[in-house]
């Protein structure tokens, strides 16, 4: 039995998996556990997963977002060898390293990221890779200081633990509970350390950060995404968004039903390179409802002065007015005003404003009869995005 796997970021071309068909769950649970030998000449993750299921004859794919939270993205290569091992064990060896996970899914071998990579929350560093592959495959003896094996296991003996507003009494009675589980993967010691006390905890550079859960909803509302939805239940975009940013949704009862029809059976949102927490905040702006972060959840409840109906004019006019300012450690961050917010004579300003510029669109991109050539090319709205927001911790 032989089973050798490394993961090297070299350039490389984009290749694409095509969706794989549903099989029998039983059969393919069987074949999990049979004898299985592969090659893989360092070749991109795509071929690579295609080359396993080629080999197995499952069918195998990558969920959406895996491209994202890999260090190079589609460019993150592969190579590895097994032979006369399990299949299942093949699989997890060569998705280990990059903190990558399968899982069934109708019949389908459906590959993601481990819950730890995904709380990153950007595209991570090899090194954060690496201490998230260690953090789940390596086991923590009793007897030693978990930080100490930690440090050891790494190679970086400036890692801490970096608890955020936490009493140290607190933390104290979090380690000894997680000392208790030992011995343990140092992943389900973290895991141990933070349950039932409404944290969590995620790697960040060469540290191991201890956050509220609050606090991760907020960091999780930063991830850039590129939407466009158009013409679609409001409800479907509330809660496509809620899956991008990994939260939980929790809803008062009937607030949807609150919002004019209109808005809520054909809802049109377009963003380039916006963060999840800003494409919420103009769902807010045109809707009157409140996304509020709770817990690893978002709470959806009504404005205090309701949210708009049929014959009725809306409680505020649908626009945000944002400022960026700079924080103590230099990075900026953004502050959403809603027009309630403002001088009356300021929203009167931005109203005719904002009309005037409308006008002008309206007027540049009229449509072209279709027995005239366009002279205007073509026009795809775009929110601006700052790359900078994906290092803040």
Known sequence: MKLQIAMVGLAAA???VVPAAAQDEGLVLRALDEPFSIQIEDMPITQAVGRFAEVSGLSIRLSPEVLDCL?????????MTARNVKLRDALS????????????????????????????GRRPTFTEVEILEILHSKTLRRGEPA??????????????????????????????????????????????????RQL???????????????TQAIRQLRRLVTVEYRNQPLSQVIFDLARKADLEMKMDPGVLALVAPEVRNTFTLLMDRATIGEAFEAISGATGLVFQPEGLALRVTAAPGGVPQDGQSRPRPPF?????????????FRVFFRPEDLPAELVDRIERRRDELLEKLRAEYAPV????????????????GRDDRDAQP
């Open 14 to 16: 984009l290749v694409s």
């Open 71 to 79: 260090p190079h993205g589609s460019q993150t290569r592969v190579r």
């Open 93 to 120: 060896a060569m998705l280990t390293p990059m903190a990558l996970e399968y899982a069934l899914e109708d019949g389908v071998v459906v590959i993601g990221p481990t819950p730890s990579l995904r709380r990153i």
């Open 147 to 196: 930080i100490d094996q930690l440090r050891r296991l790494t190679g970086l003996p400036g890692l801490e633990l970096l608890w955020h507003d936490m009493a140290s009494a607190d933390r104290a009675a979090a380690v000894l509970a997680a000392d208790r589980a030992l011995p343990c993967t140092g992943a389900d010691y973290l895991d141990q350390l933070v349950h039932g």
């Open 200 to 214: 969590t905890w995620y790697v960040w550079e060469t540290q191991i950060m201890i956050v509220t859960r609050q």
């Open 320 to 332: 945000i007015v944002s400022l960026a300012l700079e924080g103590p450690d230099g990075a900026d």
């Open 369 to 384: 009869p279709e027995t005239q050539p366009s002279t205007n090319p073509a026009v795809t709205p775009v929110k601006p």
